[in-house]
């Protein structure tokens, strides 16, 4: 069957909850919302034969996140979380509005920029908010435009950050190379502004490094890990919206699916988890 008509057979039909990313970052997002919601059946995918996205051009991420989406449609999900700063940055409102009326407009894709910069106005004292991210995120403005909406009087301080998902990916987050890209772009972004008291991890890897945060940020800084903010956020939204609530299957299963090798996938992603997990590997996002 192609990815086209498995998406005709499943309007309509209830299915598990999508979460992508990249690579392994979207799993920090996932670890949050099963947590919220036990019942719910979750397909995690991630892209990490191509990842990461953080450096790569808006067209081509637009392309993979478009071929994910339509991929778990195709294997059912009704709701899609897009666990990716880059992805929601430079994808997610073309596929919102250009490509979800063509494909099935009764499904919802979302994003984690919103929910992120709703909760910011609520916790800042001083009004000055750090962002870090991948350059895409931060060249993109996609927190400056959404925090300007929500909340003009807010000032917003970015450092792109192009090194931190890589030391993620290949498990070097723990090394003394972790300590000297994250306290090089931690010093350069506190020198900006000597005021800035709320800082957003602007990437779903970047909580894989929260010890090394932690020690070059200065002492009492709100540090913002978005899996909880996420995970609260579509609570709320799946009461408001019970047409979607209930088109969520609720077996308590999770599947994972990974672009690259699995059992990598399984190592890694179990660290993430906090339990043994056990992935499966699809070559191609275009084919099920
Ligand atoms: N976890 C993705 C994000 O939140 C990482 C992007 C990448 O692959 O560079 O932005």
């Known amino acids: 069957m192609t990815i086209s008509d498995a998406i005709k057979a499943t309007v309509g039909q209830p299915g598990p909850i999508g979460v992508f990313d990249s690579g392994y970052g979207g799993l920090t997002i996932l670890r949050s919302l099963k947590q919220a919601l036990p019942d719910a059946d979750f397909i995690y995918l991630g892209d990490n034969a191509r990842a ?3 450096n790569r051009s808006f067209d ?3 392309h993979f996140t478009l071929e994910a989406v339509r991929y778990l449609f195709a294997k059912g999900c009704q709701l899609i979380i897009i666990a990716c700063n880059t992805a929601s940055a430079k994808a997610l409102r ?3 509005q250009r490509d979800l009326p063509l494909l099935d407009a009764s499904r919802r894709v979302l994003g984690v920029i919103r929910p992120t910069a709703e909760i910011v106005g609520e916790l800042s004292k001083t009004g000055a908010i750090g962002l870090v991210g991948t350059p895409g995120t931060v060249a993109s403005k996609s927190y400056d435009i959404e925090i ?3 909340h003009p009087d807010l000032r917003l301080y970015s450092k792109a950050c192009p090194m931190w998902v890589p030391l993620v990916e290949n498990m070097e987050s723990d090394s003394e190379g972790a300590d000297y890209f994250v306290k090089r772009d931690l010093n350069d972004l506190f020198s900006k502004a000597n005021d800035i008291d709320t800082l957003i991890l602007g990437c779903t890897h970047y909580p894989l490094l929260i010890e090394k945060i932690r020690k070059y940020s200065p002492a009492g800084i709100n540090i913002l890990p978005q899996g909880d903010i996420v995970s609260s956020s579509l609570t ?3 009461k408001r919206h019970p047409e979607i609530d209930t088109r969520i299957t609720r077996g308590a299963v999770t599947d994972y699916i990974t672009t690259e090798e699995p059992d990598k996938f399984s190592t890694l992603a179990a660290v993430f988890m906090g339990a043994p997990i056990k992935a ?4 191609s996002l275009t084919d099920l």
């Open 148 to 150: 300007e909406k929500l």
């Open 94 to 96: 073309t596929i919102q």
């Open 52 to 54: 990461p996205y953080g």
């Open 60 to 62: 081509l991420i637009y």
């Open 236 to 238: 709320d939204y799946l």
């Open 280 to 283: 499966c590997r699809v070559h």
